[in-house]
């Protein structure tokens, strides 16, 4: 037995004493990618192209046996990646293997390669981001940054997006967004509930149709913001809600009458001192270049999707103007003394305000039956134009949603016609299509959509689809003829189809909205709230309900977060 001191016996605790290593240049081909605990490589090609683009930039770690193999210990996916790549040589810190048996070199290249992989940070979003417009800022291309990367143009133009968004940039460090709902947030930076709405359908398969939602609400926000800075510039006060009916502080235009006890209109309505306004919201038709608001009585609306078609003399094409939004303002009377006014009969009766209070103007009152009468019936002419003012509100919110929807439906169909052979269902509802309705294919402007979801141009483009179609091809031809019927189908979508339920009124055997949308959810489209209700499965009203409620609590976040 041989004596041993201290200081020569095995302590486990002592930090171990390794042999230093060599850094070489060898052929990947050469190396024996040695049993490792990643039992999956996962090579994808976007690792593949950056191993290709830039080399191997982290050295791989290895360990040297007896009989001169290289064995690899740390970097079994750069390894195979640079063989994949083509590369001829990589970088290999070359450690001699220690000594043990089989069982001791198992357990420090198992220990080695899990503390090597825990040991890793990968970066964050906002890290990449940043290091992505360091390199657009030193004057590299969205293109050249992409190859470098390897990487989409979209995520390069998107870290750009986020960088230049204070809000989409916190999101994204907060880890609330991902890059590329971060980039879409920007276009909304300025708008109130934005981000809590975007954060709240992250990550779901309803993102998409929120942020339509949103573009939408955006633009009639914008047009809010508009038109109430048009009235506060002219002096006058923008009241946040309409005011309460017979409210004798704030009277309606429409029941003042003057001293001839004639009733006015809104050019006696120029001074801020004694009129407030109340904004309602309203649908408007611009033009399309300029933006300069115009009379839809002067359009030709028959010419709608079909550009070829000459307008009636007098009249613009459809295709040169554009649906938006507008704000119409409601004049309210702060002081009807000072404005030279008077309440008018009906108003004064229903606020119940003494007629003889109120100057000239006052009716005979002598008569309480008639009175009584006349009162019930402005009451029912009030609640009567407060139900007509409700349902306007709720057709403009509802039809936003429906344009909203529509982008994310077209969306959706573009794919589903990408394929090269009919997605499941589709050959029995091409042909209820064609036996229930065969003007389908003709009608709508059905081939316009059509092409428009192909990706093509309508006419000589489309007939050229088909004849360049191989003699293999009939699956291909199939899903241009679904796209025909989906063409038509989607065509009649309108914006506006949740009045209807999804039916085609007058038309016995047609193929419904709610049929085509049901269609589309059993291929994997995700229906909106809107859609919802043209299947049936929720109501008209209550989805208004529904954003009437987060519009009160958007608004009231608003108010806690800027008091003034």
């Not at 890290?127 to 657009?136: F, N, T, V």
């Not at 108003?347 to 019930?376: I, K």
């Not at 065969?438 to 081939?447: D, F, N, S």
């Amino acid at each position: 037995m041989t004596d041993t001191t201290p200081e020569m016996q095995h302590d486990e605790t002592a930090a171990p004493a390794y042999a230093p290593g060599t850094l070489e240049h060898l052929d990947p081909h050469t190396l024996v990618v040695d049993t490792n605990v990643r039992d999956v490589a996962d090579l994808d090609a976007e690792f593949v192209a950056n191993i290709k683009e830039h080399g191997v930039l982290i050295p791989i770690a290895a360990v040297r046996a007896s009989d001169g193999q290289v064995l690899v210990r740390m970097g079994q996916r750069r390894t195979l990646a640079a063989r994949e790549a083509g590369l001829p040589c990589v970088p290999v810190y070359v450690r001699p293997l220690q000594d043990g048996d089989e069982a001791t070199q198992i357990i420090q290249r198992v220990a080695e390669q899990i503390v090597e992989n825990d040991q890793r940070q990968q970066l964050t979003e906002a890290q990449r981001a940043r290091g992505i417009q360091q390199m657009l800022d030193a004057g590299a291309s969205v293109t050249k940054v992409a190859k470098k990367l390897s990487i989409a143009k979209t995520t390069v133009k998107d870290a750009a997006t986020v960088n230049k968004s204070a809000t989409a940039s916190t999101a994204l460090d907060s880890g609330q967004l991902s890059l590329s709902e971060a980039a879409i947030l920007a276009e909304f930076a300025d708008m109130p509930g934005a981000l809590e709405r975007l954060t709240a359908a992250a990550g779901t398969r309803g993102f998409d149709h929120e942020v339509e939602r949103l573009r939408q609400d955006y633009l009639s926000w914008q047009a809010e913001q508009a038109a109430i800075q048009h009235w506060r510039d002219k002096g006058f006060r923008v009241l946040d809600e309409r005011p309460r009916a017979w409210d004798i502080d704030y009277i309606g235009l429409s029941y003042l009458i003057d001293a001839n006890g004639e009733a006015v209109t809104d050019d006696i309505a120029h001074d801020p001192a004694v009129w407030v306004v109340y904004l309602d919201e309203d649908t408007a038709v611009f033009d399309a270049e300029t933006g300069e608001e115009i009379d839809e009585s002067s359009v030709d609306w028959d010419t709608e999707e079909d550009p070829e078609a000459t307008p009636k003399d007098g009249l613009r094409h459809a295709n040169t103007v554009k649906d938006g939004y507008a704000y119409r303002p409601h004049f309210y009377c702060v002081n009807y003394t000072a404005a030279g006014l008077t309440p008018d009969e009906r108003f004064l009766r229903n606020a119940g305000v003494p007629s003889d209070t109120a100057g000239t103007g006052a009716g005979d009152d002598s008569d309480e039956a008639a009175a009584a009468r006349a009162a019930t019936l402005a009451k029912a002419q009030a609640q009567q134009a407060e139900h007509e003012r409700r349902e306007r509100r709720k057709v403009i919110a509802l039809n936003r949603l429906g344009e909203a929807a529509t982008t994310v439906r077209r969306d959706f169909v573009a794919k589903l016609l990408a394929r090269k052979t009919l997605p499941k269902g589709a050959g029995i509802f091409i042909a209820t299509c064609l036996v229930r309705e065969p003007r389908l294919v003709t009608e709508y402007h059905g081939t316009t959509a059509a092409a428009e979801l192909l990706g093509v141009a309508e006419g000589e483009a489309m007939r050229q689809l088909v004849e360049d179609l191989p003699p293999t091809g009939d699956g291909r031809a199939l899903v241009v003829t679904l796209a025909i019927i989906l063409g038509g189908l989607e065509s009649r979508a309108t914006k506006d189809a949740w009045r209807s339920g999804g039916r085609q009124p007058y038309l016995r055997y047609s193929v419904g909205t709610a049929e085509y949308i049901a269609f589309l959810a059993a291929n994997g489209y995700e229906l909106s709230d809107i859609e919802r209700v043209i299947t049936g499965e929720r109501t008209a009203d209550d989805l208004y309900e529904q954003t009437l409620a987060a519009d009160d609590e958007e608004s009231a976040a608003d108010t806690e977060s800027d008091p003034q």
